[in-house]
């Protein structure tokens, strides 16, 4: 599975869009793009995946790049509750089996 | 559809002792995978079961074993347990699909070894 890049930390305001990064520059063509979230001391929450197309759900946007190189998660109005740490994914979904590899994700703190 | 659920919430064990880990599946889910967080190596992958047969398996010692069962439920079992095994213990299950397929986590089992 191939690996991501993401940025540690970001701050948001209240109200405003958060845009998160990730970059997945070794995507192979058969991987899709997922992203979690983690509430302190929660389980991973899944949020949205994607394989080219951009994709939105009731909770987020997801935006992959032509290349599929990069994508941003897109969180349009942030709440206080939205704060917790991104895991950006990459991993073939497949009826045989996976092992999903986790970064160490963004810490988006969404501030008053 | 109810969640999925671990047991016990939280654990508190002596180094050598072991300890075996309960996750039962979202229903209808076939697809158990095992993780541990630990505050300095994150969210690592244990192994992954489907049909009651291990797929894959992270990198961790042959102390860590588990096993599914028949109705998807599964166990995981640390033998041997040492300091550096607390950590948070996670489940998460899916139902594997063509067009890619997410996985939903329990609240995690919380691990102490003293």
């Known amino acids: 599975d191939a690996k991501t890049t993401q940025p540690p930390s970001m701050d948001c305001a209240e109200g405003r869009a958060a845009n998160l990064p990730c970059n997945h520059s070794?995507?192979?063509?058969?991987?899709?793009v997922y992203w979690y979230r983690q509430i302190h001391s929660q389980g991973p929450q899944y949020i949205i995946h994607?394989?080219?197309n951009n994709e939105t759900n009731e909770m987020a946007s997801l935006i992959i790049t032509e290349d599929r190189k990069s994508s941003t998660l897109i969180l349009p109005h942030a709440t206080l509750r939205d704060t917790a740490v991104y895991y950006c994914?990459?991993?073939?979904?497949?009826?045989?089996?996976?092992?999903?590899?986790f970064g160490a994700g963004t810490r988006l703190f969404v501030k008053a | 559809k109810a969640g999925v659920t671990q047991t016990p919430r939280y654990l508190i064990k002596t180094r050598g002792q072991q300890v075996t880990l309960s996750c039962s599946p979202i229903?209808?889910?076939?697809?158990v995978s095992w993780y541990q967080q630990t505050p300095g190596q994150g969210l690592q992958f244990l192994f992954e079961y489907f049909s009651e047969t291990q797929r894959n398996k992270g990198n961790f010692p042959g102390r860590f074993s588990g096993r599914q069962f028949s109705n998807s439920r599964s166990e995981m079992n640390v033998s041997t347990l040492e300091l550096g095994d607390s950590a948070l213990y996670l489940c998460?299950?899916?139902?594997?699909?063509?067009?890619?397929?997410?996985?939903?986590f329990g609240p995690g089992t919380r691990l102490t070894v003293t």
């Open positions: 994607g394989l080219k």
């Open positions: 994914i990459v991993r073939v979904a497949s009826t045989g089996g996976f092992k999903t590899i």
């Open positions: 070794t995507i192979s063509g058969n991987e899709y």
């Open positions: 229903s209808g889910h076939r697809s």
């Open positions: 998460a299950s899916s139902s594997p699909g063509l067009a890619g397929h997410e996985q939903y």
